[in-house]
């Protein structure tokens, strides 16, 4: 148990489906990330929040929209997603954004499955 | 584009066996991480090296990070069952503290 709780644990989804990931964080942090995480690649870092403000975006298609509405709470909004869209989904969080030695928790993961 | 390559990519070992793990890269690094996911979790933090030529040591674990902050390694003794999993290592970028993560190393340790 790492402070840092994500659901669904599971979602399969057909590629004109809405819907949405969502993460939780109760460890009193600043800054909120988003990785995909697929079976051939490296973790590949998504979105980055600090003070519930984006601050990267690392080129994620439009289908993917993140939402912070406050410093605990992190979405992914999922839309007319491909089958190469299917990975496991980390959230993770920091105490601060830009630390040479801050430390990352992350969430177990949602394992998504586009059909 | 920064990339830091794992070797070997793949472990199977028995049990009491010694084995290293190493992640390599042409970038310099300010700091680096490494973690150990398990099925079905996130990764999880094991040791961040800063300073170049550190060696930290947990347990049955040690870590070294390179004289020039472009490589590390971890070399684990006297494996265990339990230490069976994907071991990742990520690199702050010098400029933007973003950490890059490794191609990954999963190590699976037999009883």
């Known amino acids: 148990e790492t402070g840092v709780t994500q659901t669904p644990r599971h979602l399969v989804m057909g590629m004109t489906n809405k819907k949405s990931l969502k993460c939780e964080q109760h460890l009193g942090h600043n800054a909120m990330y988003w990785y995909k995480q697929s079976a051939k690649k490296p973790l590949e870092l998504m979105f980055v929040?600090?003070?519930?403000?984006?601050?990267e975006n690392n080129s994620v298609p439009s289908r993917f929209s993140p939402e912070c509405p406050n410093s605990s709470h992190l979405f992914l909004h999922l839309h007319t997603l491909q089958p190469e869209d299917s990975a496991l989904y980390l959230c993770a969080s920091s105490q601060a954004q830009g630390s040479a030695a801050d430390t990352q928790y992350f969430g177990p993961g949602t394992r998504l499955t586009v059909l | 584009t920064q990339l830091l390559e794992q070797s070997p990519q793949f472990l199977s070992i028995q049990e009491g066996e010694n084995l290293t793990v190493y992640c390599n890269s042409s970038s310099v690094f300010s700091s680096l991480q490494w973690y150990r996911q398990e099925p079905g979790e996130g990764p999880v933090l094991l040791v961040t090296v800063v300073t170049g030529g550190e060696v930290k040591k947990l347990k049955r674990l040690t870590f070294q990070f390179g004289d020039a902050r472009k490589d590390s390694s971890l070399h684990i003794t006297a494996a265990q069952p339990g230490d069976t999993g994907l071991y990742l290592c990520a690199g702050a970028d010098a400029g933007t503290y973003k950490y890059i993560f490794g191609t990954g190393t999963r190590l699976k340790v037999l009883a």
């Open positions: 929040y600090s003070l519930e403000e984006r601050v």
